[in-house]
Every structure is written in C-alpha cells, then in structure tokens.
C-alpha cells in the first residue's frame, strides 16, 4: 500500500484525500491552519482548502520549520512531516505552542 503512496525522495509519504477528510470535523473552520510541508502538490491543502478552510502553505525550502516560527499568523499546523524527522516536527510545534494535526 505504502509504494503506490510513496511519490518522492526522504520517504515521502503523501496523504490520500480520504484521510483528510476524515480530519475536517475535528477541525475548526474559524482557525488558520499551517501547511508548512507542501511542496506545491499538498493534498491536505487542496482538500481543506475545497472544504472552505483558509489553509498557509509554505515549502522547506522557503521557510525551514524545524529552524524558525513564520511571521505570518497561524493557529495551528497541518500536515504529514517526513518520516525521517517525525519525532523532531512534534518537539518543534510543543516548544512554539502550537497544536498540530499529523497525518
């Protein structure tokens, strides 16, 4: 199952529709959710975003998350980190204060 999912370098895993989907009614709709590993084909974005969520992607490469707090606002991250950097990702959002949605 994981290899017809699987669609980039790192272990990259990205997450089907479905199981955003099943995220959107424990979601608040008033919040800004932070997209911040979306390398332009984020599903997560897509589908959130289709559903009326306002949704802030932004890619490593042009604000590294483990490194920096965006000055953007943001009330909470969506997302599926890399498998490689999981543990670092959940340390990351703890110290911010950030709630997270992890896929």
């Given at each position: 199952m994981f290899n017809r999912m699987r669609n980039g370098a790192n272990g990259d895993v990205y997450t089907p529709d479905y199981a955003v989907l099943a995220l959107v009614p424990f979601l608040d709709?008033?919040?800004?959710?932070?997209?911040?590993?979306?390398?332009?084909?984020?599903?997560?974005?897509?589908?959130?975003?289709?559903?009326?969520?306002?949704?802030?992607?932004?890619?490593?490469?042009?604000?590294?998350?483990?490194?920096?707090?965006?000055?953007f606002q943001f009330d909470c991250v969506i997302t599926s980190p890399p498998c490689s950097n999981k543990d670092e990702f959940i340390r990351w959002c703890v110290e911010i204060g950030k709630p997270a949605y992890l896929s």
């Open positions: 709709p008033s919040l800004t959710y932070w997209e911040c590993c979306d390398n332009g084909s984020s599903r997560i974005a897509s589908v959130l975003r289709a559903k009326g969520f306002k949704v802030v992607t932004t890619t490593k490469d042009q604000l590294d998350f483990l490194k920096c707090v965006p000055s």
